[in-house]
């Protein structure tokens, strides 16, 4: 051991250069621990990136669910496919919009911008003019191209509540489910 390091200190203090093939080695030694570096920076960035959709997503989630509470809560009118045991409940076709639309139109619920997975900005369609369509949110809501989608959103007309089934995601990844009972506080509900 003592004589490699002193055949190297002979050498570090020797006016000659490296070899060719010792200049080689320090190239490929720098080359592998880039290429490791490289490979760790890009699998750190993609985790980061995911746990921030997941940290993203769930904020999302709190703000549709807000949105969709004070607008379901005291929708006036809602139109339903009939598909409940009674004829009146089932899935929501149109409701009456509280804050979303414009000389007392219909809206129902939609994606706009979808990506692959379906995931993309809620939006209320005006069914009486449909370039009317609104998003419920700014495009600033939907970072780091996490999108949502309604699943379903149901009305039973017996207990006056709505079942909205909410995902947020980005692509071909669910971040948040949400299931989310909203009871409707109006007496009577025209429609249904």
Known sequence: MARVFCKLKKKLHTSHGFSLSEMLVAVLIILLVT??????VSLASAQFQKSMRNSESKVLA?????????????????HTDGSGSDGKSG???????????????????????ADTGGYGKIIFYNANKPSESMKILGDGSYPNEIG??????????????FTLKLQ???KDTTYVEREL???NENGDIAGV
């Open 91 to 113: 899935n929501v076709i149109s409701f009456q919009s509280q804050n979303y639309s414009m000389e007392g139109a219909i809206s129902s619920v939609g994606v706009s911008d």
């Open 181 to 183: 009972t909203i009871h």
């Open 35 to 40: 290429g490791v570096l490289t490979v760790t």
């Open 62 to 78: 709190s703000t549709l669910e807000s949105v969709f509470l004070s607008e379901l809560a005291y929708t006036t009118e809602v």
């Open 148 to 161: 949502a989608k309604v699943e379903s959103l149901t009305y039973d007309a017996e207990t006056r509540d």
């Open 168 to 170: 947020i995601g980005c």
